[in-house]
């Protein structure tokens, strides 16, 4: 059990437009969903902490109206990069939580803003 | 910020080799964890380890804590070609589940 996914699975967009992350708990019900950010050959840097129905918490430096963020539900968050540039292409990994210490990560979505 | 630490950033072994991986932190902690990520993929946890334990082990894994020097160590016995990925250290402070992860290092084991 606790199965993470992650839609899509890597995303092209042009500079401007907005790009949707879907983060799927598959077997259980996150009580918290993260949300991290990682560049090439370095360390997973969060974003944002999100939980069910209420607003999503950021990371100092993280700018909550480009990087938006839905919990709709408890098996779904969403990550949405607005106004997309070429310094936001990233690797974008979610993880939910179900009270436990331990969290459940995604696959990740690779992002490349051309 | 990064809180954690890690040391080497990269280590190559012969395969069947002990292969050990320390992390340091700041702040106090609740817990620390280990998670292992292959190349472009997502993290997978691997054990647990809380502040008021020294030491615990899992299979070949063996994860030991020291809270008064602030580090933690995951041993990796007779490794394998299938352990190459990137360990990660994540502690995780007391009051919230967030997790602030170290800068990893990259394993790569030689068949």
């Known amino acids: 059990g606790a199965v993470v996914s992650q839609h899509p699975s890597r995303v092209i967009c042009k500079s401007g437009t907005s790009v949707k992350i879907e983060c799927r708990s598959l077997d259980f019900q996150a009580t918290t969903m993260f949300w991290y950010r990682q560049f090439p050959k370095k360390s997973l840097m969060l974003m944002a902490t999100?939980?069910?129905?209420?607003?999503?918490?950021?990371e100092q430096g993280v700018e909550k109206d480009k990087f938006l963020i839905n919990h709709a539900s408890l098996t779904l968050s969403t990550l949405t990069v607005t106004s997309a540039h070429p310094e936001d292409s990233s690797f974008y990994i979610c993880s939910a939580g179900r009270g436990s210490p331990e969290q459940y990560f995604g696959p990740g979505t690779r992002l490349t803003v051309t | 910020s990064q809180q954690g630490e890690e040391d080497p950033q990269a280590l190559s072994i012969q395969e069947g080799e002990n292969a050990t991986m320390n992390c340091s932190y700041k702040?106090?902690?609740?817990?620390l964890q280990w998670y292992r990520q292959n190349s472009g993929r997502g993290l997978v946890h691997l054990i647990l380890?809380?502040?008021?334990?020294r030491e615990k082990h899992s299979g070949r894994l063996r994860v030991t804590l020291d809270t008064s020097k602030k580090s933690s160590s995951l041993l990796i016995t007779a490794s394998r070609a299938a352990d190459t990925a990137s360990y990660f250290c994540a502690t995780e402070g007391f009051g919230n589940e967030k997790l602030t992860f170290g800068t990893g290092t990259r394993l790569t084991i030689i068949p």
């Open positions: 999100s939980n069910e129905g209420s607003k999503a918490t950021y």
């Open positions: 702040t106090s902690i609740n817990n």
């Open positions: 380890i809380r502040s008021n334990e």
